[in-house]
Structures are given as C-alpha cells and as structure tokens.
C-alpha cells in the first residue's frame, strides 16, 4: 500500500506542476485545512515531538493571523509547506492543492481505476527508464529517473541490463530521479552483488514496524559483477534515488560523482485532508544497517565532487582511465586513449 500510494502521490504532482486552476481560500476552509493537516501529523508523522513543534507553530501564526490574507489555494499550500519545512526540515513532507479535487479513498473501482492510471503513466515514460547506451571505451550508460513499481516494471530492468552486460564498467545516471519504490531499489542493487545484502530497513511509525529490504535470490538475466559501477548524482537526486546511490556507496560497491543529494530519506504517503487539499506524510525513516543512519538533512555526499553539468565526462574519464590500466586488447586501448585525450580537453576547457 505504501507503494501504491507513493506513485500516487506522484501522479498528482506531476498534474499539479502543470495545472494552471485554482481555488478561492475562505476562512473556514483555511481553518479547516490546518486542523486535518495538524491531526494526521501528531498522528502519523514519523518522529512525535517534531510533529508537537510544528503543531505549536502552526497554531501561533494562525493566531497572530499569518494566513487571513491567503485566498489562493496553491499559495496556502505552499506557505502551510514552508511553514512545515521551516520546522521539521523534512523535504518529503508538502501540503498540495488540486482545484479539481482529491478522489476519496474508496475499495473496488475507484482503487481500480487509480492503479490503472498509474500504470498508464509509468507505461508511458517508460518505468523511468529514459537512456541506455554503450559510451566510447566499451563504458555502459543507464539513465533512469524513477524507481517504478517493479512488478510492471522489472521487464525494462532486465532489458536495460542485459544490454549492458558486455560493457567493461557502467556509469548509472540518477541526476534527475525524484525516488519512488524502495522494491524497485532492491530489484536494482540485486544485478550488482554476487551474494546476498542487506540494503536497508525502513522503519514506520503507524504500525511501529521495521521492514528489510535485501538484495534478491534471483533476477532475469545476467548479473553486473566484478566491474566497476559510478553513479551520477545532482541536488535533484531524492528519496529512492538517495537510497539506492547510498547503498551502493556504503556497500562498497560504486563510486558517486556529482553533487551532494537532496536530503529525503523519510518514506510515507498521500494523505487526503479534504476535497482540495492533501499532504504527503512522512511516516518512516531509514535504517542503514552498515551506518546505522540515513542521508535525512545531509544527503549523499559525492565521492568525486564536481557539478551535474561535468559529472558524466568526469565518471567516463575516471573509468576509462582505469580500463586503460587493464585492458589488452589494441582496438579498445587506442579508443580509450583518444577518449580519454577528448575528455580531458572538454573539462578543461569547461574549468
């Protein structure tokens, strides 16, 4: 469920960037609107005395009458988020406006109808899935900007990595992944390991349940083993994505080039506060098991810190570097060495 209503969630921002409507704030229904947000965070929100704090905030400017003049409703959303923000520091907790309306949570064919039009959209970019490619040097590339849900979308993995199985190193592109399902991140990391690895727990304060997440027993196709891995970052990295460039960094098992990530690392929901307005609600925290913490507030620091701009050419020069020191064959040596000349001359001349 946690999943589903992820995707959901994204779903509904993608229409609300586009959405050009909007809705007239009355008194009541800001007051309204603050009171369900405010139950669903001392209810749900992952840590209990945060959610306290921002009540207490809340309260105070709504009091001294910091919302009386808000007649929009996207602006009142916005503000009710950076108000939250300003306290909790939590960048997946966001309040959202849909002047069209939020469908109530229902069984049968409503949740039907909504797993449909999800699936529509993950169908129609793809499963997140938007380069795959063999860079000069024998390098693979795989870009994909959303950890979809992996039962419809572990086809297009496989795919993509059956592909790449013949190249000597990959480069993985999460500069522009916004997240999505921690089942997809384990479905992914799994190419990578021989043995079996715990990845991460996630734990949720709703059920006070902590959930594992480890490498799979099995995935199609061959596996990417003893080959090295980078993985491009940028501070638009979020969410799953941080979690699968933290795993594979703490693992041992890719260097990271780029920028420090967006700090994202409490999973939750879509929760519906009325017909107009919703929230995301963070209602869990990761767990490594190796650090023992997560990314929250200070993101993935990069191995190779350089800009999202540079970070490709400076992973494909790292790498051909070292498939120079190893490789014999003369074909693929001359390739590298004119690559790694033209690379070199385009981060210089961009310094």
């Known amino acids: ?20 409507e909007d809705i007239q704030m009355s008194a009541d229904k800001r007051a309204q609107t603050i009171d369900a947000a405010l139950r669903q965070l001392n ?31 996207n602006e009142f959303a916005q503000l009710l988020t950076q108000h939250l923000q300003e306290i909790s520091k939590d960048k997946h907790l966001r309040v959202r406006c849909e002047p069209k309306g939020f469908p109530r949570e229902s069984a049968g064919l409503g949740n039907i109808a909504r797993r449909k039009e999800a699936e529509e959209f993950e169908r129609l970019v793809n499963h997140g899935f938007e380069k795959v ?11 994909f900007n959303g950890f979809m849900d992996p039962a419809t979308g572990g086809d297009t993995v496989a795919a993509a990595m059956s592909f790449l199985a013949n190249t000597d190193a990959m480069i993985i592109d999460v500069r522009d992944n916004g997240g999505g399902s921690p089942e997809m991140v384990a ?17 949720f304060r709703p059920e006070n349940t902590t959930e594992q997440y480890w490498t799979l027993p099995y995935v199609p196709g061959k596996k990417y083993i003893g080959k090295d891995v980078y993985i491009l970052t940028s501070n638009r990295t979020f969410s799953a994505a941080e979690e699968f460039t933290y ?9 990271v080039v780029g920028e420090t990530t967006g700090g994202g690392a409490n999973p ?34 990069p191995d190779i810190a350089t800009t999202r701009d540079a970070a490709l050419k400076t992973a494909h020069l790292h790498v051909s570097r070292k498939l120079l020191a190893k490789v014999k064959n003369p074909m693929q040596i001359d390739g590298l060495k004119e690559n790694i000349a033209k690379l070199e001359k385009d981060l210089h001349s961009k310094s």
């Open 43 to 73: 209810a749900g929100y992952v840590f209990p005395e945060i959610a306290r704090k921002m009540e207490s905030s809340i309260r105070a400017r709504q009091k001294k009458g910091d919302y009386d003049w808000v007649t929009s409703g």
């Open 247 to 255: 795993n594979m960094k703490t693992q041992k098992r890719a260097t």
């Open 268 to 301: 939750g929901g879509f929760q519906r506060l009325n017909e107009n307005f919703g929230m995301f609600l963070p209602t869990g925290r990761a767990i490594n098991p190796i650090t023992k913490t997560n990314w929250e507030g200070t993101g993935v620091a």
């Open 187 to 203: 479905l992914i990391c799994t190419y990578f390991f021989e043995d079996r690895r715990h990845l991460n727990d996630l734990y």
């Open 133 to 143: 490619e063999r860079l000069q040097g024998n390098v693979g590339y795989l870009k």
């Open 1 to 20: 469920m946690k999943r589903v209503l992820n995707l959901w969630m994204t779903l509904l921002a993608a229409q609300c960037v586009f959405a050009q």
